[in-house]
């Protein structure tokens, strides 16, 4: 039976390459998004054009409720998520006496609360199954910290904290936990950033695409990957 992943965060940039990965691996993908339908809408289409199939399922990652209800609407019935890939994020750099409560709050809710939001009613049922995929974007922030990404860093740690957790209860029943932890990847995300002089800074000497961490993600959520859970993988060309 084909499996149904979702993907949070699928209206563009990594979020949007998983997506299109896992239709091509075979998956009903869920596209969630927040506010950018139009790009979530050409993410499904192109899917769909490839032979792929896809729905959208928009909410915010943040919202506890809105998350519940939406997720709720598509398991009603027997339908199940059988992969979650747990991708929305947003950044919010600012030395750390100037950083606002808004924008720490901002920051960790959508990744950590998002977490908490999206995978704590899925993850039952696929202990119940008898079979699982998570696999949480972190960051090679989360891992070694960044001038002005206090925010950011403690999020993406705190996201591996409870990926090995996580991980650590639900292994016996074959659901596997992972943590993907991108260096520079080429999105919307690295916009305000220098990307030229950091580029230097890289092994590699290049910015990752997109679709190398949604290479990635296709090996975490299949079957070859069964026996690899709680780890944190680097991709980042030589950075860190
Ligand atoms: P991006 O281009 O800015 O895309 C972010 C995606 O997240 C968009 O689809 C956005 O949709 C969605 N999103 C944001 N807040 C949301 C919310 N509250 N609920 C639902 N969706 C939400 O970013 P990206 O570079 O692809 O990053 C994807 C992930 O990789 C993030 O977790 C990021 O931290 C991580 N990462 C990125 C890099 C990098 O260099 N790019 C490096 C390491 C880790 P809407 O616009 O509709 O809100």
């Known amino acids: 039976m084909k499996h149904v992943a979702l993907v949070t965060g ?8 998983i997506a299109r990965e896992l239709a091509a691996a075979g998956c009903h993908v869920l596209c969630n998004y927040r506010s950018d339908e139009r790009g979530a809408n050409e993410v499904k289409d192109g899917i769909v054009a490839a032979g792929g199939e896809a729905t959208l399922l928009p909410f915010d990652v943040s919202d506890a409720a809105e998350t519940g209800a939406a997720l709720a ?22 030395p750390f006496p100037t950083l ?28 119940r199954r008898r079979w699982g995929r998570i ?9 070694v910290g960044n001038r002005g990404q206090a925010a950011y860093s403690a999020a993406k740690a705190g996201l591996i904290g409870a990926t090995r957790s996580l991980a650590k209860e639900v292994a016996k029943r074959n659901v596997t936990v992972n943590a993907v932890a991108p260096g520079l990847i080429d999105t919307d995300m690295l916009k305000q950033i220098p990307v030229d002089d950091l580029t230097k ?8 695409l997109p679709s190398e961490v949604a290479k990635l993600v296709r090996f975490l959520a299949s079957d070859d990957a069964a026996y690899i859970t709680g780890q944190v993988i680097t ?3 030589g950075l860190a």
């Open 100 to 127: 606002a409560l808004e924008d720490w709050e901002r920051v960790t809710r959508t990744t950590l609360d998002g977490f908490f939001n999206v995978t704590r009613p899925l993850v039952m049922p696929m202990v």
């Open 235 to 237: 991709i980042d060309g």
């Open 201 to 208: 800074m890289i092994p590699m000497r290049r910015l990752g």
């Open 135 to 143: 696999v949480n974007i972190s960051s090679l922030a989360g891992l």
């Open 73 to 94: 609407f598509w398991c009603e019935g027997d339908r199940a998520i059988d992969v979650v890939v747990n991708n929305a994020g947003v950044v919010k750099d600012a």
């Open 10 to 17: 699928a209206s563009r940039g990594i979020g949007a390459a």
